[in-house]
């Protein structure tokens, strides 16, 4: 069966600093790879995705992801975090065999510090 | 228009009362899902519909029925429900459900829910 893991559950950072949260993703075959974010109060919206193509992708708020297949993740970055970026961040996974279902993981809390 | 609404916002009901949740699409996408998402964990997928028909139900408790009237509607109907089904109901919509198609999902706000 398809897993998605976020292994940091709550990441505290100050502003400027760099981001990277990790996501493992558990399937052979060929995926789709999605990153939502879901700030406090609101509904979850995509920051990107990967179908196809060039690996690194880019999304918006100046967030990308790199799809390292070998390693089965797709870690999302931002070199330069702002206190707006105070959210919670799911890793998403759609096999495309089972292509109704995104599989989402555990979800990280990211605080930033003023 | 790449939205997708969801209404009520919020709705407190008891148990023995019958209640239903409406999303509504304008992007043309042929399937829409239902999920359930509880305070700080991931939504999880309750139903989806391709091209109006329910094609996955993840052992959803019967007290929820979903209904799709057309290709732009989707509903929840409530009844019966428990305390613990208090949480967030999200709807989402898509282009397809092909694997070929790039399935991307759009959510909505959700609806909250607290059943007393």
């Known amino acids: 069966a398809q897993s998605v893991s976020q292994h940091n559950h709550h990441v505290i950072l100050s502003e400027a600093a760099s981001l990277e949260l990790g996501c493992n993703y558990s399937y052979g075959g060929t995926v789709n790879l999605f990153w939502y974010v879901q700030y406090p109060g609101q509904h979850l919206q995509l920051l990107l995705k990967y179908f196809s193509g060039d690996p690194l992708v880019k999304g918006i708020k100046g967030f990308e992801a790199e799809f390292i297949k070998s390693k089965f993740s797709f870690n999302l970055r931002k070199p330069s975090v702002q206190w707006s970026d105070t959210a919670e961040y799911f890793c998403a996974v759609n096999a495309l065999r089972s292509a109704s279902k995104i599989i989402f993981g555990s979800g990280t809390r990211l605080s930033i510090r003023p | 228009d790449t939205e997708v609404t969801q209404t009520p916002k919020h709705l407190v009901m008891g148990m023995t009362n019958k209640k239903s949740l409406k999303c509504e699409q304008h992007m043309g996408h042929r399937a829409m899902y239902w999920y359930k998402q509880k305070a700080k964990k991931p939504p999880e997928l309750m139903f989806v519909?391709?091209?109006?028909?329910?094609?996955i139900n993840e052992s959803v408790p019967s007290r929820f029925s979903p209904e799709c009237p057309n290709s732009s509607l989707l509903n929840l109907h409530l009844h019966a429900l428990q305390p613990e089904d208090s949480a967030l109901y999200l709807c989402?919509?898509?282009?397809?459900?092909?694997?070929?198609?790039?399935?991307?999902?759009?959510f909505g706000p959700g609806t909250r829910l607290t059943v007393l």
């Open positions: 989402a919509s898509s282009q397809g459900t092909s694997g070929n198609l790039y399935n991307e999902q759009f």
């Open positions: 519909y391709s091209y109006e028909k329910l094609s």
